[in-house]
């Protein structure tokens, strides 16, 4: 599914300067732990997180996550929108929590990033 | 690739704004020697992973990374507390890490653990009181 169709089912308002047409999202990976979404999250994720400060933007910069969606209506710092429009990352906004947004996108076909398990002792 | 190329930041210490600065220079600069998109990304989760641990711990320290032919390796050197037990600090989910760290999304227990299954080589040194020094080699054909 393309972001820009994606938007529209989260009812998102959405923050950047590409379009959102071109850009594919098979996957989706939904954590508030940043370090986490470092360990467990695979290249290519939608990253959809309740928290909105600039460290998120840093973390999709590392793993080439191609947007973020920011839930329950939280409205990122503004360091976060400008370092995310400075790296070309779409921010997407949704009044849906965090369960909402998942249910959405995961009935409308979007994938869960892949997991690794964890390794026996 | 002749001579190896050299990059080495001075890390602040609790300064959240500008965290994570010197690994997207790292990422973007093995990017541009054209080094492949997975071992990027492993790249960059060791170099990220260790700057936070340097900002939240250590108040600061040195980043650096030396990229040569066949690897990178990445050293983050600190003057900060040192580790008491570096086996239980390699646990995942145990955390030191302070409240502010928590609310940034970090302190989770995954930092170092991450670092050492992203990299093909490990090695972590701790003097209580002195500080510590992360080594992390990541060979770019395997």
Redesign the interface.
Known sequence: MNLKELAGIINAEVISDVDLGEINIPYAYAC????????FCS?GSLLL?G?T????V??A????LPAIVFVRGKIPLE?TVTLARESGIPVLLSKFSLYEVCGKLYAAGVKPSYVPQ?REA | MAAPVCMEYRIEGNN??V??TA??NI?NTLKMLGIQ??VC?RA??IA??AE?NLVIHANGGMLKAVISEDRLEITAEDEGPGIPDIEQAMT?GYTTASNQAR?????????L??IK?NSDIFEIESTLGKGTVLRSTVFFNK
Do not use: C, W
């Open positions: 508030d732990l940043m370090s986490d979404v470092l360990a290249p997180t928290l400060n600039i460290q998120i840093r973390t910069q590392m793993l080439d360091e964890p | 959240f704004m965290a994570g690994s997207n990422k998109s997975d990304r960059a989760v990220y992973e936070i995942e609310e940034m999304g970090f302190g989770a227990g995954m930092g653990p991450n299954r």
